[in-house]
């Protein structure tokens, strides 16, 4: 289990851009948003991920540098890429069963005569700090009920007026 104000772990994976993130790399004024989705095959995380690409200016305003990340192979994530509207929205892909557990997101096993992957990770919002130290971690078993985007915001402008800490440090 991740604990809010301990380092997150290593995380280095291509982008469908032909460029790779590093988490290690980010130096937000405020945080790195990480939003994990389920991949191609999910209609709910290209409603969010399109609803995502809506905000991402109004992100990048408050200081948050935001990536997507799955587990979604390069051929899936190049189709993400060019048919879902993510305008600038990062897309990492090829994130592993082992870094997906590294993180505490629920695996899922695909459903027989489905679209999706032999595996894959539920959706998780993450927002690090730009020391590598956890903020907060909002992580779901299920596609349903995830974190709203404006919830998410006013939350970061909020932190950051009232220099709020981190809550759940002694998990």
Not at 50 to 60: H, I, P, R, T, V
Not at 93 to 109: F, K, P, V
Request: glycine share 6%; proline share 7%; with cysteine.
């Amino acid at each position: 289990m991740l604990i809010p104000g301990q380092k997150t772990p290593a995380l280095e994976l291509p982008l469908t851009i032909e460029a790779r993130f590093a988490l290690a790399d980010q130096s937000p004024e405020n945080f790195t948003m990480l939003v994990f989705y389920r991949g191609k095959h999910c209609p709910i995380c290209k409603k969010s991920l399109e609803e995502l690409a809506g905000k991402l200016d109004d992100f990048s305003k408050a200081g948050v540098n935001v990536f997507s990340v799955s587990m979604d192979d390069e051929e899936r994530a190049m189709v993400i890429d060019s048919d879902w509207a993510t305008g600038d929205v990062p897309l990492a892909y090829d994130l592993s069963e082992d870094q997906a557990r590294e993180w505490g997101l629920y695996i899922s096993e695909g459903r027989e005569d489905s679209e999706e992957p032999a595996k894959f990770s539920e959706p998780a919002v993450f927002l690090i700090r730009p020391d590598g130290t956890l903020y907060s971690a909002h992580i779901q078993s299920v596609p349903f009920a995830r974190p709203q985007f404006d919830d998410l915001l006013d939350a970061v402008k909020f932190v950051t007026e009232k220099d709020y800490p981190a809550r759940g440090t002694l998990t």
